[in-house]
């Protein structure tokens, strides 16, 4: 797919995998691609730095144990469900390479290294092999890692409302209309979501009623999501509920969705 992605010069900058692809013959082609990655790896990867004030040398369980509490840092890999998908996570530099070695189109030093990552409950870890310019920030690869939930989340999203899985078809041709008006159906949905919601009020704005005040301010509501329009859709097609009621039943749901998002951000900053 990469290859493919390649060779019809698609525009992209990144790679996000799972441990589940492997890393060693899709790491050589990007880097000879000249495109920055974070790829998955298991616990018992070896890697090893070089050219570096404090050497690393083990498999990544091994290294991870050796972190200091001073090395790890709380960022979000972007929005969930609940708000902020929270995680500590710690990266090492382990080699600074040429990348003319690998495409003369790109000049300058480009960085091998270590992200970990480490859930806030329990302390399960994941462990991923990068690879990206000479100075790129932790934020930077937490973001670019991140972007795999969301393309996770779409799938689901995409079985569960919309039957993508759901089909018993016994040709190619079968299978591709199914897929390709599910995936039509979901593009319609992603669409009204994006015009639905306001953009995110910017950093260190005020976010005036939070929450219904004694004078009865209307409360803040969740953003739109692609399940919730589809309910909304669904009945009123059906026409059989008034198309206030169906709104102001949204309008609930939604505001108690917001109240529940809020108690679980407060109960994980405890």
């Keep these: 797919m990469i290859a493919r992605a390649i060779a ?3 525009p992209f900058k990144w790679v996000a995998a799972d441990t589940v692809y492997g890393v060693g013959d899709i790491e050589q082609q990007l880097r000879q691609a000249g495109k920055g990655y974070v790829l998955g790896v298991s616990s ?23 972190r200091r509490s001073s090395d790890w840092k709380r960022l979000s ?3 969930g469900t609940k708000g902020p998908r929270l995680h500590d996570w710690c990266y090492l530099e382990l080699a600074d390479l040429d990348v003319e070695e690998f495409n003369s189109a790109n000049q300058g030093l480009w960085t091998r290294g270590l992200l970990i990552r480490r859930h806030i409950a329990d302390g399960d870890l994941a462990f ?35 039957g993508l899985d759901h089909n018993e078809s016994r040709s190619w041709h079968g299978w591709h209309r199914h897929v390709s008006l599910v995936m039509l159906a979901f593009a319609m949905m992603a669409v009204i979501r994006h015009r639905a919601n ?4 910017k950093k260190g ?8 005040n004694k004078n009865g301010a209307t409360p803040s509501l969740i953003r739109w999501s692609i399940q919730e ?15 206030a009621h169906i709104i102001a039943w949204s309008l609930w749901r939604r505001a108690h969705q917001a109240i529940a998002q809020r108690a679980h951000l407060k109960k994980r900053q405890l």
């Design 44 to 66: 018992a990867h070896v890697f090893q730095s070089w050219g570096k004030r404090r050497p690393v040398s083990g498999t990544a369980a091994d290294i991870a144990s050796t």
């Design 205 to 212: 704005t005020p976010d005036h009623g939070k929450s219904k």
């Design 128 to 162: 991923f092999t990068t690879w990206c310019p000479a100075a790129t920030s932790i934020e930077t690869l937490v973001a670019v890692e991140g972007h795999r939930w969301a393309i996770e989340d779409s799938f689901e999203t995409a079985k569960n409302e919309f």
């Design 8 to 10: 019809a010069s698609v």
């Design 198 to 201: 306001p953009p995110p009020p």
């Design 77 to 79: 890999a972007g929005d």
């Design 229 to 243: 329009i589809r309910r909304v859709a669904i009945r009123l097609a059906r026409k059989r509920i008034q198309p």
